[in-house]
Every structure is written in C-alpha cells, then in structure tokens.
C-alpha cells in the first residue's frame, strides 16, 4: 500500500508564479522560510499536501516546510503543542480533543468536507452474509454484527466512527462491533486478503486498490450517512499563539492547502498525475477512482461551515471523545479568516 515516509521536504527551488492575493508577496528562493510541520497519516487524506509539496505552492507563499509523518492525531498534536511543529494536518476530532485537554488551538483550513472513511468488505464474507455494496445502508451496517474488522489502532479515528456508525443502527458499539488491529497500510490489506478478517476500515485509496486486486470490495462510504456528508474530516490546526503573533505565516500556510485543494477540484486529471508519483506503488487506477468518488468532497478554498463542525461535535460527543463543547462559530475553535 502507501509507503510511510519520515520526511517530507518540500524544497526551495525554482518557484511557480505566485497567486497574487493580497497581502501575499512572491517569495525568492532565499527568502523562503523554514517551517516545521507533521501530518497524522500518509494516504489521501492530505492530497493537498502532498499536492502542495511536488508543485512547490508552498513556496508560492513563501514556505519551505518540513513535514513529519507521525502515526496518529494524538502524536501530531504532541508536536505541536510542544513546539516541534508550527501546523498540524490531522482529523477533525484529534482537534476538538487537544482543545478540551487545554491546547489553545486554531483550525484553520479544511482538507475534506465529508467524512471519506471506507469499510472494505472480502467478497466470500459478504456472500456468507447475504449482503452487498448494493445492499441498504441498514442491512450493511446491521451485517458488521460480529464481523472481524481491521484497523490500523483500537482507539483512533476509524474504530471509533465505525463503532459510533452501529450505534446508529442499533448495534452495541462494545459488544457487536469487533475491532481488531492488523497495522497500517500493506500490513492492513494483507489482512484482508488472507482472510485473517473479515473487513478493514481506513481511507482511500485502500478499497479501490482491494476491488482492482478482486478480493474484496468498497462496503460502506462513510459519507452515504446523512450525518458525514457534511463534516470536517481532515485539517491544518496552529496553536492560537501562531495566529495572533503572525498572521502572515498563518495565512501562507492556509493559503497553501486551499490553492492545492482549488487545483484538485479545478485541475483533476493533472491532480492524480501528482498522486500517482507521490505513491508510485499505488495502482493509478485505484488513485483515480478514489480521487473521483471524494473529489466534491474537497471544499473550494479549504473552507470550512458551522454545520460542519456542528456534525463533527455530535459525533465526537456521542462517541465519548470530548465532554465539553468546543466554540462551533467562526471565528473561536476554527475560523476561515486566514484563507481570504
């Protein structure tokens, strides 16, 4: 599957042409500046990342980031809130639980407006279970009684969300929803493929390289649920202290992601040629459908709503996550300020 990487720099060389907002001068090559960042997982869910380093937008802005892969929200929010990073790329919910433990945090660009988790089902499984992709939403998620289901951790992100998706349907999210942990990636997948379970869940483009390979298929779409259609799955977050001190660099790295989410929605074929050589091993194929099923979902200008957050809140509530309210309005917890 994706390969994990440690670094990722995104080098100072030639520059593209800046965008020409307001405010945003063109940077020269020496002029850039250095600025640490670290990303939670290292799939498609930060395209515009990844996007962002092979097309240099970043220095468009005047950045020269080094990006760090660390395995999971919780890490990534321990660097930040130590100083190890200035911006965090990380879930929706990894942010709402740093700020209720005390981070003063700022969201400030948005990656996807749904929630693109997938559950990947083996294809002898569903036929035992007499149930389809082209089955009800209801029947599928009443099938997972029991099921064996892969995850990458017990207690991140996906194993929650599924197990808050049963409850929906009322499955007893601790005694009918089993998780097990099979490993990132390649690990995750050759689980399913040695039926060691019996469905995985992560994000894209797992389930597209599965269906291409012929042993299992996309079952569940996290976004068919009402209530992650319009949700913040993944975003950039800075400590408050970033943006009240300098905006500007704030602003430049928020401007970023929203000038790489604008080329995917706007320039797509050329989108999934950037993907496809950010992950060489990753079938193109599977990169295109996966880039295509999520592309409405990438918000124009990395912008975010307050019925987003509102969505993102009832779910981590009901999953236990947080207890308290983070500030749902703009402007508080999150804001769209930074993006023009």
Request: hydrophobic share 45%; net charge positive; glycine share 10%.
């Amino acid at each position: 599957m994706i390969n994990r990487r440690s670094f990722v720099q995104a080098g100072a060389g030639t520059l593209g042409m800046a965008l020409g907002i307001p405010g945003v001068p063109q940077a020269s090559a020496q002029s850039l500046a250095a600025i640490p960042g670290a990303y939670s997982a290292p799939g498609l869910a930060y395209a515009a990342m990844f996007l962002a380093n092979r097309k240099k937008f970043w220095a468009d802005f005047g950045l020269d980031p080094a990006l760090k892969y660390v395995e999971g929200g919780s890490l990534a929010m321990v660097a930040l809130n130590s100083g190890e990073a200035e911006f965090v790329c990380v879930a929706s919910t990894d942010a709402m639980i740093a700020w209720e433990r005390g981070v003063k945090i700022r969201v400030v660009a948005d990656f996807y407006s749904s929630l693109t988790i997938q559950l990947t089902a083996r294809k002898e499984w569903m036929e035992k279970a007499g149930v389809s992709p082209s089955s009800s939403i209801e029947d599928k998620v009443r099938a997972l009684k029991g099921a064996r289901i892969g995850s990458s951790s017990l207690g991140g992100g996906p194993p929650q969300y599924t197990r808050f998706l049963g409850s929906l349907y009322g499955l007893d999210p601790e005694k009918d929803i089993r998780i097990t942990t099979v490993g990132q990636g390649p690990a995750r997948i050759a689980a399913l493929r040695e039926g060691r379970v019996d469905m995985v869940v992560g994000g894209a483009p797992e389930a597209d390289q599965i269906s291409l390979d012929g042993y299992g298929d996309l079952y569940i779409n996290f976004p068919e649920i009402p209530l992650f259609k319009e949700f913040p799955f993944t975003v950039v977050a800075v400590k408050e202290e970033l943006a009240e001190q300098k905006p500007d660099r704030v602003r430049a790295i928020a401007r970023t992601i929203a000038k790489a989410n604008d080329f995917i929605r706007n320039s797509f074929d050329d989108a999934v040629a950037v993907m496809h050589q950010q992950f060489p091993s990753i079938n193109g194929e599977a990169i295109r459908r996966a880039m295509m099923r999520d592309r409405n979902a990438i918000p124009a200008g990395a912008r975010m709503t307050e019925a987003m957050w509102a969505n993102g809140y009832k779910c981590a509530a009901a999953m236990k996550s947080i207890k308290a309210t983070p500030p749902l309005e703009e402007g508080g917890f999150w804001t769209n300020k930074f993006l023009g």
